[in-house]
């Protein structure tokens, strides 16, 4: 099985190669990444926790859904397939900010990434893929930051970024 390659990319996020996934990040490389943010019709977040096995930050509560676009796939078509991927369902997506983050890890690998945050509405439960997400819950913004202040353990280092830094921005835009 061929390695899943990312876009190293530049501070404009321009594309300046590919290189293996796991490689980038044991070199700390920026590369172009992705969140998705699935909310319902009361506003509530839909959280995911990743799986146990997962190679970095297993067991932690995270974003719906977030991974690195292919070559020659667009940040949308990127987060629809993911989301169907993890999560079972596609919804409409809309990008609404980027950022560039750096998050090293106790493995010694570290997440350097261009990321594009995106948002969607669903009103169903998902049909989680157990070999990426061990569970999945829904909860309103508020409870999420409360959450992250008391447990802050308990969650992935890249969402407690965009969660800290554009909780004002992703609450005016929903």
């Known amino acids: 099985m061929i390695e899943e390659q990312v876009i190293l990319v530049n501070e404009n996020d321009e594309k300046i190669g590919l290189m293996p996934k796991m490689e980038a990040h044991e070199k700390a490389l920026l590369h172009r990444a992705f969140s998705v943010f699935v909310f319902n019709d009361n506003n509530e977040l839909m959280l995911q926790q990743r799986a146990a096995h997962k190679y970095h930050s297993p067991s932690l509560w995270t974003n719906t859904c977030c991974s690195h676009q292919r070559d020659g796939e667009s940040n949308i078509e990127a987060g629809k397939r993911r989301l169907m991927e993890e999560m079972g369902f596609v919804t409409e ?56 202040e008391v447990s802050p353990e308990q969650y992935t280092a890249w969402f407690k970024i965009i969660f800290d830094k554009f909780y004002q921005h992703i609450n005016i835009t929903k």
């Open 93 to 148: 997506l809309t990008e609404i900010m980027s950022f560039i983050y750096k998050a090293p890890f106790d493995n010694g690998l570290t997440e350097h990434e261009f990321d594009h945050v995106m948002i969607g509405t669903y009103n169903k439960e998902p049909k989680i893929n157990s070999d990426e997400v061990a569970g999945w819950k829904w909860m309103s913004l508020e409870d999420v930051k409360n959450d992250i």
